[in-house]
């Protein structure tokens, strides 16, 4: 079984997420998606970012019955921080029935010589990757295992989302229904 894995903060899952996710098991060789989601990243602040559990719970409300899409918590017992090259290695072990092929913007691809053992992550998995406008294709763009495709995108963040829930905005239509429903009923990201 093909497994792609779209990792994310998804600081809150929101639509644009949701059509690239469908777009990759609908339109794609991938029989499901896993939306991993990401614990802090780095290169994000970590005052802006929910907790780890509720960013989780948003990932499932969006995902509702989709058999094909899947919300992962895999990093959450990984050791910090955690590097896509060992997140594989262990998914790998713990589901040696599945290959694991990556998602990512082509944003992302540019930045990938820089991840750790990218070369491994490389040379053991095929990669996905969703064209952004004002990103050129690279070196790596000749790569049999890297993948282009042409996924309908939003020009929308998370972190205008969270913008407009601290402004006390709605974001209905942003946001998945039940991710609406859960958010107006609560007070994440409002203060």
Do not use: C
């Not at 896993?34 to 409300?61: F, G, I, Q, Y």
């Not at 590097?83 to 944003?107: H, N, Q, S």
């Not at 294709?137 to 969270?162: C, G, K, M, V």
């Amino acid at each position: 079984m093909k497994t792609g894995l779209f990792f994310g903060s998804f600081n809150p899952v929101h639509v644009g997420h949701m059509i690239i996710a469908n777009f990759m098991v609908e339109q794609t060789d991938l029989d499901e998606v896993w939306m991993v989601v990401s614990p802090h990243n780095p290169h994000k602040e970590r005052k802006t970012l929910a907790r780890d559990h509720d960013r989780l719970h948003l990932v499932r409300l969006a995902i509702g019955d989709n058999l094909k899409l899947r919300a992962s918590n895999i990093e959450f017992s990984l050791p910090k921080p955690s590097y896509t090259v060992d997140t594989l290695a262990y998914l790998r072990e713990k589901y040696p029935e599945k290959e694991f092929a990556l998602i990512m913007g082509g944003d992302n691809l540019v930045s990938l010589p820089k991840w750790k053992n990218h070369d491994v992550i490389m040379a053991n998995h095929n990669i996905y990757v969703y064209n952004r406008p004002g990103h050129e294709r690279t070196s790596l763009a000749e790569d049999a295992r890297i993948h282009f495709l042409d996924a309908p995108l939003l020009n929308l963040s998370a972190t205008y989302i969270r913008q407009l829930l601290k402004d006390g905005k709605s974001v209905r239509y942003l946001v998945p229904d039940a991710v609406f429903e859960y958010l107006d009923g609560s007070n994440m990201y409002k203060t």
